[in-house]
């Protein structure tokens, strides 16, 4: 299996700009989750799925940050309009079911390095 | 009081030394408990998951105390290969998500 896949790796865009970041999960995966990582506040969760439905969202930091899964092998999380203070890396992580074994054990991609300037 | 405290360090080491992580974490109800790691520009990866009784991986040895809501992470005969990010992780109670905790900076020189 080629694990997580992100695209792109890399993103420099302006402010204002519309940014849409895409992830395809492990095949067979249950669960699919967004993160965002800085400095100051280390590794936090976005949101996350199950089965392609949105479980938990609370950590989507507003309105101009959105996320959908139209199936199980892709996602999309998309800021419109993006800003300065949404640089981070954002990485993308699947799971099996827990009851599938691995007690849930997240498997992340890549990442995506965003500047926005 | 934050879900999942960790010292950030850095941790000095040198090479051959044996080094230890705690991790305290707030929600009771949690259930799986983990150690990622985390090198310079790479993404977290699971190192070992921390069981009741304790285990061991090779030069590696996590620990829980459910009472204290502790865990700790050993690592015997530091390599220079060890130089990472480690990240103490637990899930949210009966959520499927993980919490990370900001993660604790080992540097291990010659």
């Known amino acids: 299996d080629a694990g997580v896949i992100q695209s792109p790796r890399h993103e420099v865009t302006e402010m204002g700009q519309e940014v849409t970041l895409r992830c395809k999960p492990i095949?067979?995966?249950?669960?699919l989750f967004w993160y965002r990582q800085t400095m100051m506040r280390g590794l936090e969760l976005l949101i996350y799925?199950?089965?392609?439905?949105?479980?938990?969202d609370s950590g989507m930091p507003e309105d101009r940050f959105s996320a959908k899964m139209p199936n199980a092998s892709f996602s999309t999380l998309k800021i419109q309009p993006s800003e300065p203070r949404d640089s981070a890396v954002y990485f993308c992580?699947?799971?099996?079911?827990?009851?599938?074994?691995?007690?849930?054990?997240?498997?992340f991609g890549p990442g995506t390095r965003l500047l926005v300037l | 009081r934050k879900e999942v405290e960790q010292d950030p360090g850095p941790f000095n080491v040198p090479e051959g030394a044996t080094v230890a992580f705690n991790c305290t974490y707030s929600?009771?109800?949690?259930?799986?408990f983990f150690w990622y790691r985390q090198d310079c520009r790479k993404e977290p990866k699971l190192l070992m998951s921390?069981?009741?009784s304790g285990n061991e991986d090779g030069r590696f040895t996590a620990q829980l105390n459910r009472a204290s809501q502790y865990i700790s992470l050993l690592i015997r005969d530091s390599k220079l290969s060890d130089s990472a990010t480690y990240l103490c992780?637990?899930?949210?109670?009966?959520?499927?998500?993980?919490?990370f905790g900001k993660g604790t900076k080992l540097s291990v020189k010659p």
């Open positions: 992780v637990v899930n949210a109670g009966s959520q499927g998500n993980l919490i």
């Open positions: 929600n009771s109800a949690s259930q799986s």
């Open positions: 921390v069981y009741s």
């Open positions: 992580a699947s799971s099996p079911h827990p009851l599938a074994g691995g007690e849930g054990t997240q498997y």
């Open positions: 799925f199950n089965n392609n439905v949105p479980i938990d």
């Open positions: 095949s067979g995966h249950d669960y």
